[in-house]
T-cell receptor
Framework: AQSVSQHNHHVILSEAASLELGCNYS??????LFWYVQYPGQHLQLLLK??????LVKGIKGFEAEFIKSKFSFNLRKPSVQWSDTAEYFC??????????FGTGTRLQVFP | EAQVTQNPRYLITVTGKKLTVTCSQN?????MSWYRQDPGLGLRQIYY???????DKGDVPEGYKVSRKEKRNFPLILESPSPNQTSLYFC?????????????FGNGTRLTVT
């Protein structure tokens, strides 16, 4: 069965620090990959997505993610975080089942 | 404005008292889905619908019902709520399945069952 793992459950950073959140998935075929962000008290919003092509995808607010097929990974990165990036981040994948599977989420806290 | 609207935002009820959480989207999306979000468990799919009159179980369908009589509406029904259904619920829609379109989420419904 398809699954998504986010190993960092809670990340605490100071402003201007660099961010990398891990995401690994278990399906070996063609996948579509997503990162969603949930700001405090709000609903999930799409941050970025990968369907095909350049494995380095850029999203909103300076975020990017790199698809590494050999590692079954889709890690999210940002060179310099801001206090406003405090949120919960969810990786998600769709494989052959046409079903979107979410990871358990990573809570990011950024302190000024 | 394109959106997914859920009501109510907050709901406190007692065990066994039937309730319905409404969900409506104005984007003419075919695909709609319900998720529950619990700490440490992420989002788990309850039910989804590929189109009108087509609904299927997700990962955690027990204790829930849904209907899709119209394209825009996808209510979630708890016939006899129990405390383990206390959670944050999200409705979502997209124009297609298969990952071709991202999900649009509603603002969530925080349900407490005592």
């Amino acid at each position: 069965a398809q699954s998504v793992s986010q190993h960092n459950h809670h990340v605490i950073l100071s402003e201007a620090a660099s961010l990398e959140l891990g995401c690994n998935y278990s399906y070996g075929g063609t996948v579509n990959l997503f990162w969603y962000v949930q700001y405090p008290g709000q609903h999930l919003q799409l941050l970025l997505k990968y369907f095909s092509g350049d494995p380095l995808v850029k999203g909103i607010k300076g975020f990017e993610a790199e698809f590494i097929k050999s590692k079954f990974s889709f890690n999210l990165r940002k060179p310099s975080v801001q206090w406003s990036d405090t949120a919960e981040y969810f990786c998600a994948v769709i494989g052959n089942t046409d079903k979107l599977i979410f990871g358990t989420g990573t809570r990011l806290q950024v302190f000024p | 404005e394109a959106q997914v609207t859920q009501n109510p935002r907050y709901l406190i009820t007692v065990t066994g008292k039937k309730l319905t959480v409404t969900c409506s989207q104005n984007m003419n999306h075919e695909y709609m889905s319900w998720y529950r979000q619990d700490p440490g468990l992420g989002l788990r799919q309850i039910y989804y619908s590929m189109n009108v009159e087509v609904t299927d179980k997700g990962d955690v369908p027990e204790g829930y019902k849904v209907s899709r009589k119209e394209k825009r509406n996808f209510p979630l029904i708890l016939e006899s709520p129990s405390p383990n259904q206390t959670s944050l619920y999200f409705c979502a829609s997209s124009s297609s399945t298969g990952g071709g379109s991202p999900l649009h989420f509603g603002n969530g419904t925080r349900l407490t069952v005592t």
